[in-house]
């Protein structure tokens, strides 16, 4: 098991109600804090902002999210409301891969996103953990298809709402 998923196994703070803290894994590369490991530390943060901008979910806190270093797990707390859970199940579920997917390098002459073509949206897992303690974890090791990966979401972000 890689050094990144092993620190999904540490403890994370529960939330206030209605809350949820989100730590998230970023890819790794053979060589710590390469440009690699910062070009997937960026993409991650881009993944969060854009969760929260496309959502519109409220951010309690960013934690080291926009560090200039590249942070192996970063936490965020988002506030949680019924109506965006569905959505954020499906998201979320999306995300994982085990492998950095390929950014398509659109028409010739036009430049990627993103720095090489190396990235596109992925991480390689996550924790979430709800107010009342309970912890979900998610890796491209341990995760169902797609579809489950939706449901089991769905039904754990549920009880933020019930607690």
């Not at 894994?25 to 969060?48: G, P």
């Not at 109506?83 to 492998?99: H, K, M, Y």
């Amino acid at each position: 098991m890689s050094i990144t998923l092993n620190r999904l196994q540490e403890s994370f703070p529960a939330p206030a109600k209605g809350q949820i803290t989100l730590a998230v894994a970023r890819h790794e590369s053979e060589v710590w804090e390469s440009s690699l490991t910062v070009e997937y530390a960026k993409q991650r943060s881009q993944l969060l902002h854009s969760l929260a901008d496309d959502l519109g979910v409220p951010v309690r806190s960013w934690g080291e999210t926009d560090s200039a270093r590249p942070h192996e797990v970063v936490e965020v707390i988002l506030v949680l409301s019924q109506v965006v859970i569905p959505a954020l199940a499906t998201v979320l579920a999306a995300w994982i891969t085990r492998w950095p997917r390929k950014v398509k390098t659109g028409d010739e002459g036009q430049k990627p996103e993103l720095p090489n073509a190396i990235i596109q949206a992925s991480v390689p897992g996550f924790v979430v953990v709800r107010s009342d303690g309970a912890r979900l974890e998610m890796t491209y090791q341990t995760a169902p298809s797609e579809k489950e990966r939706v449901r089991v979401l769905t039904s754990f972000l549920n009880g933020v709402c019930d607690a």
